[in-house]
């Protein structure tokens, strides 16, 4: 049975949650992470300090994937391997430093890495890689995070794209 933020599904379908909190937010993303699957790639837009990586926290807790999740920044990416049998680890990426490098090569860089792990059997999980992170996958999660200046609520709106 789906999970429900503001009394919709959040099952494999698009939405608009407004959590209030870090903990809502990680139980945001621990809603939205319980339907990902092997060769699904979640795109994770927002300004800094918006809770992509919060969000993630809460994805890789629906996962069961073994942590601690941070920010990838410095490291490019990393592997959280799952802690059940049979299910997929998830690669946490962060393109950040890449953006500024034109005609920056997702895949490329990915492969570069040697993340000891295929990443068809994964659950990729990018912050800042719209506009690249799209072509590892064919179903791929859109999940922008926005935060207003005078307040913690954050607006996240999620969009399942199938190319």
Do not use: C, N
């Amino acid at each position: 049975m789906a999970e429900r933020v503001d009394g919709r599904s959040t099952a494999r379908t698009d939405g608009t949650a407004q959590p209030a909190t870090a903990q809502d937010t990680v139980a945001l993303g621990a809603q939205l992470g319980a339907h990902l699957r092997a060769g699904d790639v979640v795109v994770l837009s927002g300004p800094l300090g918006a809770g992509k990586t919060v969000l993630a926290k809460g994805i890789a807790m629906a996962m069961d994937v073994e942590g601690p999740v941070v920010s990838p920044t410095f490291v490019l990416a990393r592997v959280h391997r799952a802690r059940q049998p049979g299910r997929p680890p998830m690669v946490h990426v962060d393109m950040y430093r890449l953006l500024d490098q034109p005609g920056a090569d997702l895949l490329g860089e990915l492969d570069a890495l040697d993340l000891d792990t295929d990443l068809d059997d994964a659950v990729v999980v990018v912050e800042w890689g719209e506009g690249l992170a799209e072509r590892l996958s064919e179903s791929h999660l859109d999940i922008h995070i926005d935060r207003g200046s005078d307040t913690d609520t954050r607006t996240v709106t999620w969009h399942w794209s199938r190319t």
